[in-house]
């Protein structure tokens, strides 16, 4: 079984990957994809699955890292153009400043598809936009410390994604959105670990110190996993048991979490899939064989997963998936 067959399978995406017929939509086109860089254990895996997704359907992927830039991200946007390719998938590092080099491709009469993150510009300006509703993601964690501390008072760190990114600021809100009425709630401090789990850990340090050593931090909510494997590292080395004197609550559900959790040191995570791709892929092509105009928002499911799951399970599931 390939990869993508299991994460297919994995994901519930299986129906729609075993067509022929949707298999053989994009075949022979030329896609460029403007990926971010390679900071988390989940970008890697859908840069993976995006490869994959592209071969298995006959597409002739242009890959561009941009190495977190957005200008890295323009530049090969406009090469992109340049080439004249049949479609382009921008995976958008921040929020803002898209809309000159997306009108670029809208004159060219080149559609763009957005992966995973969100962007504040004109709809017309995408075909659609395959992503969480990352609102949603930050409200299933904020609710499931919510019911976890059951009234106790909880000061909570958090560890936010690169400054300016939808999934950063989104995750905020809909976390800040579930604590609204738990008094006994706080964030206490919040600062960027910029989706990496060196940051991730070199945060959680300095909030440790600054939190009587980690005596006063009940939990940290991290917008994703690889900060959040960071900050257990962090946790443990100032002498303390993550996932229980603090709990771990975080977003991804990449293998190295369930890891953690089925060692007790993590408590729970938010399922993003990495296979963006496939739903792209899907909606390029039916708008290619008879003009069907997709769904602005494709939206993937949020699942919440904790110790009660089958962590160990989810591991063994995960680990060969391009993670
Ligand atoms: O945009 C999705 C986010 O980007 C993932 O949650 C995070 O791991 C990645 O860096």
Not at 122 to 136: G, K, M, N, R, W
Not at 179 to 197: K, V
Not at 270 to 290: H, K, R
């Amino acid at each position: 079984m390939n990869i993508i067959t299991k994460l297919a399978l994995a994901a519930g995406f299986a129906t729609a990957l075993s067509s022929g017929a949707l298999a053989q939509d994009v075949s022979g086109k030329v896609i460029g994809f403007s990926q971010i860089g390679s900071e988390s254990g989940w970008r890697a895996a859908e840069t993976s699955v995006t490869r994959q997704q592209a071969e298995e359907r006959g597409v002739d992927l242009k890959f561009a890292d941009a190495q977190q830039k957005q200008e890295n991200q323009i530049k090969a946007i406009r090469g992109f153009i340049a080439q004249g390719v049949d479609a382009i998938l921008v995976a958008p590092v921040v929020a803002t400043g898209w809309e000159d080099v997306l009108s670029e491709a809208q004159e060219a009469e080149i559609p763009v598809v957005l992966l995973d993150r969100g962007i504040d510009a004109p709809e017309d300006l995408y075909l659609t936009s395959v992503a969480s509703d990352q609102v949603h993601e930050g409200r299933v964690a904020g609710q499931w410390l919510v019911d976890e501390v059951a009234g106790e008072d909880c000061n909570v760190v958090e560890l936010q994604g690169t400054v300016g990114s939808s999934p950063a600021i989104n995750r905020k809100q809909g976390f800040e959105e579930a604590i609204a009425d738990a008094s006994n709630i706080t964030i206490a401090q919040s600062q960027t670990g910029d989706f990496t789990r060196s940051k991730g850990k070199e945060v959680m340090e300095a909030f440790l110190k600054s939190s009587n050593g980690g005596a006063d931090i009940c939990a940290v909510y991290a917008h994703n996993d690889d900060m959040a494997v960071g900050a257990i590292q962090a946790i443990k080395d100032a002498g303390l048991a993550p996932g229980e004197d603090i709990l771990v609550v975080s977003i991804d559900a990449v293998p190295d979490i369930f890891t953690a959790i089925a060692a007790g040191e993590a408590n729970a995570t938010v399922e993003l899939t990495p296979n963006m791709a496939g739903p792209a892929f899907d909606a390029l092509g039916a708008y290619w064989s008879d003009g069907t105009m997709p769904e602005k928002f494709i939206i993937t499911e949020s699942k919440l997963y904790t110790a009660a799951d089958d962590p160990q399970g989810e591991y063994e599931r995960r680990k060969d998936l391009g993670y």
